[in-house]
Structures are given as structure tokens and as C-alpha cells.
């Protein structure tokens, strides 16, 4: 059953066209990986997920996209409870100017998820937990979130996430500017999170997919070449041009 319909979606910035009928279906609980040269459109697919492309001047999307039975094009979609819904980490952590804490409550404060201080502890704690964090910061947390590492900050950023309750994250490079061993760290957390979460996650390296989801979509030049199960796709692709990007021949 696909969580994420999209159906002959096309983006455009001013004239010039980003993505060409691009048509996906992504499972519920698993990970999928969107893999492809810079530039090809990976991003730009990821950001309709969750009308990031909406704060982009000149930005326009065509086709569906279909989240759980729901158009999240309507006119009258709430594009905050959206964003909240289907949650979003960015290749670079980018906690906000304030403690820990304050970092994980900013969310379920502006959309009024809490109604005392005990419940807010509860819902910091417990992403914190999920994020692999807590026991690393428990002493500390009213200490600024900009203190902490780069991977630690990254794995704070997923907390700030989940804490609103989503069904979706979406990660954009959430590695690239981590060392080796805050990206395993990275790798663990999303695959113990694939149980409760369905993750998209877009990466320049085919290690990492390989490593993390169970589906993969190649994109080339803003379409999606080949889809399916990541097992396949980097063994045995349909399609040459997979196998010439799998095999490091271009890109």
C-alpha cells in the first residue's frame, strides 16, 4: 500500500523546467532512497512533498501528489499542519538559537500539542530517545543547541521533527556534512525509525542507499529513470543508464 502517490508531477522555476512526469509510489514504513547526478531533480521531488516549493518565487508545481487519500495540492490545504504531518531535516543542521529543550518544544508549542510543563518533558524526553540523543544531552539539555556536534546537532534537528507528531520525514543529504561516524550514527537512527516513520531520503551516496532502504528511485536530467526495490536496482537495473550511474560511469 503506497503512502505517497505521485502521478506525472512537473516543476517549474520561472521558464525553465526541473522535473519532466515524474511518477512515484512510495511504501508506508520503509525507507526510500532518491539517488542521481547533482542536480537532477531529487531535491526539487523531495521539496513537493511537503510544498517546500511553495517559498520559492517563480516555483510552480503540476500533477498529483497523493498522501494517504489526501490531495496535498488542494487549494484549502493547511500548508503548517502539512508541514508538521510530513516533517523535513536539511543537509545541514540547523538547530534554532535556543537551549535543547527549547529546540524540541518549539513544535509542540506553536501547534498547541501540550497543556502542562510534565506533558512537554514527556514529549522532549521521548524524541530525544528517538533521535539516539537523550542519555547524551539529559545533563545539559538547557544548554544551547548550537553547542553541541555536528552529528549531534543533525540527530537534534530529528528530534525537533518527530516531536510534532509526523507520519512522514523527509531528509534531504542529512550526511553530507558529517564525519564517518556521525553518519553511521545517522544510518542506525533511520533504520530504527523506518518502524514507525516512513522516510524519504535523498543521497549522493549509493553506499548509503544501498546501506538504508529498501526502494530506490534513480533520477537523470529531472526524470525518474527507474524505481524499485534498491536490492534490484543497484544488482540488476532495467535500464542502461541506471547501470552506467550504478557503475560510476557518469555523474
Known sequence: MSKISAQHVEVFYGAKQALFDVGIEIPANSVTSLIGPSGCGKSTFLRCLN???DTIENCRVTGSIVVDNTDINAPNQD?????????????????FPKSIYENVAYGPRIHQLVKTKSEMDEIVERSLRSAGLFDE????????????????????CIARTIAVNPEIILMDEPCSALDPIATAKIEQLITALKDEFTIVIVTHSMQQAARVSAQTCFFHMGKVIEAGPTSKIFTNPENQQTQDYIAGRYG
Open 137 to 156: 544531552v539529559k545533563d545539559r539539555l538547557h544548554e544551547p543547541g548550537t553547542g553541541l556536534s555536528g552529528g549531534q546537532q543533525q540527530r537534534l
Open 79 to 95: 500548508v503548517v499542519r502539512l508541514r508538521s504531518w510530513i516533517g523535513m531535516v536539511f543537509q545541514k543542521p540547523n538547530p
Open 51 to 53: 510544498r517546500m516549493n
